[in-house]
């Protein structure tokens, strides 16, 4: 990853933003891949022995070569070119006990200090072609460790060094480096065309942020579709250890693939624009008359049908027209991803004459990396709506996910709860991290947690378990009290 980008998006690397390291063997722990155990012959059981490069480091004193290189200078420094006096360099230096130090010590510093001294160049060497290799998608053994610190150690004459297996391994755990899984091997061209897109993301952060600044931050907005499944499941379960088959049922095995499209605006004020865009699979690609007669339309949905559940031109349009152009005139920035209908064309057909609206079309493959619904946005709400297919599954919730109307209820809650004003901080964060700007955002309470991980377990209506507690109205609610009698809420109370 080149370095002007690190500076960039240094804020993304905590959350665990990953676009780096794919191709690794051993690497850095907490860089964002979660950690998969693989067997590793090198790894094997090391015994702890008496190593002989550590024992060395046990005979040096702990004073660092710099340090000596001060008490040595004033020691021998009279203009006279004699010695002072060993009371005068004790007088100084408080940490020199005896003279035979100052021999000693003189002794190391031509010699280029002393095994200690050495041994922390060794390592500190190794370190820097280790970050090198990796940065040049290298596949890094221990083996290699070894060599490396071994060839650096003889050119500064660290004697005795043997660049042991359990020098290796000390030197893994300091440096949080650890036997990885490779995920993807990819040629040179690959990773030189990942930096292009990079740079081109690069490119048009900076050139937005530009353009942001004579735009209020209300009327600066990033759109993007994302696809749910109707019953959208987490991937994890408790189980006990050691159980081969961990099966979970689903309502419908149909409703894990058959998916809807939702289409949210968020402002780079961190509100979420009413209504949310929302395009239904209907066999027939649009709502029959009768349906369309006894539907349930939230008010801060817009909805819309498609064969495959999916968008298509048609959609945008609709979009434009119903929620662009009502939230954003007569004047406002839009940012989208590379997606082909996304074009000038199809946007500005639908945009009236007297509104200014300027489109900012992220580069193709840099989505991920400057897009704030797919840098921190979609993520969590993928989490929230599991959180209440969870809760309506293990405790037999009479709400069926094929049911359009649920569909549209649970989205309509959905879109209210993380449009809380307390959550604000959330989406202004996604375009903090995405680079647009350098004012990190204070303290904002995760959705997740809050919603369903607060103190308390049960409704405060009727005793009945807590589903949520409300993002708005901080009253804590049970299926029923939420999803059933649909808590829209809008009354907030910081
Ligand atoms: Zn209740
Ligand atoms: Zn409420």
């Known amino acids: 990853m080149p370095f002007k980008i690190i500076g960039l998006f240094n804020q993304a690397i905590e959350f665990g933003y990953t676009y780096v390291e794919k191709v690794s063997d051993l690497v850095l722990e907490g860089s964002g891949v979660e950690p998969v155990e693989v067997y590793d012959p090198e790894a094997g059981d090391v015994e702890f022995q008496a190593d002989p ?20 200078m004033y020691w021998r420094g009279r ?12 007088h100084k230096f408080r940490f020199v006990t005896q003279i035979s130090q100052l021999y000693r010590w ?9 095994h200690r001294d050495k041994l922390k160049e060794v390592s500190k060497e190794t370190y820097k072609k280790f970050l090198d290799l990796k940065q040049r998608h290298q596949r890094v053994t221990t083996l290699d460790l070894r060599r490396i610190a071994l060839i650096k150690a003889r050119e500064i004459n660290c004697t005795n060094f043997k660049a042991s297996e359990t020098w290796a391994n000390s030197f893994k755990r300091k440096h949080n480096i650890v036997s990885r899984k490779i995920t993807k091997f990819v040629s040179q061209k690959d990773v030189t065309e990942k930096e292009t897109i990079e740079d081109k993301a690069l490119d048009f952060v900076l050139e937005s942020r530009e353009l942001f600044e004579t735009h209020a931050g209300d009327t600066i907005v990033n759109t993007d579709q994302s696809g749910f499944e109707l019953e959208m499941h987490a991937g994890r379960t408790l189980d006990v250890k050691g159980v081969k088959k961990v099966e979970i049922i689903a309502q419908s095995k149909s409703a894990l693939t058959h998916s809807y499209t939702i289409m949210p605006t968020v402002t780079a004020s961190g509100k979420l624009l009413e209504p949310l865009y929302m395009v239904l699979r209907e066999d027939s690609g649009t709502f029959g008359p009768r349906v369309s007669e006894t539907m349930f339309r939230p008010p801060n949905v817009f909805l819309s049908a498609s064969k495959s559940g999916k968008m298509g031109v048609k959609h945008l349009d609709e979009y434009i027209q119903n929620v662009a152009v009502p939230n954003l005139a007569p004047r406002g920035v839009l940012v989208v991803d590379s997606w082909s209908a996304f074009s000038d064309e199809n946007i500005m057909r639908n945009i009236p004459d007297d509104m200014e609206l300027v489109i900012k079309q992220i580069p193709e493959g840099a989505t991920g990396m400057v897009q704030p619904l ?3 946005g979609f993520r969590i709400w993928k989490n929230y709506v599991k959180h209440i297919t969870q809760f309506v599954i293990v405790h037999n919730i009479e709400f069926c996910f094929r049911q359009r109307d649920n569909l549209t209820k649970l989205q309509s809650l959905v879109y209210r709860q993380l449009g809380s004003p307390r959550f604000e901080g959330l989406f202004q964060y996604s375009w903090y991290k995405s680079g647009y700007t350098w004012e990190r955002p204070e303290y904002f309470p995760n959705p997740v947690k809050y919603c369903f991980h607060g103190p308390g377990l049960l409704c405060s209506r009727c005793e009945d378990l807590r589903m949520v507690t409300c993002g708005w109205c901080q009253i804590s609610l049970c299926a029923h009290h939420f999803l059933i009698e649909y808590h829209l809420c809008d009354s907030y109370i910081p």
Do not use: H, M, P
């Open 106 to 114: 003189e002794k190391q510093i031509l010699a280029g200090g002393c």
């Open 374 to 376: 797919d840098v921190y």
């Open 79 to 90: 203009n006279d070119g004699k010695k002072r006096k060993f009371t005068q360099v004790q």
């Open 53 to 72: 490069d550590n024992i060395q480091v046990l005979t040096c004193d702990s004073v660092t070569l710099e340090k000596k290189k001060d008490v040595v």
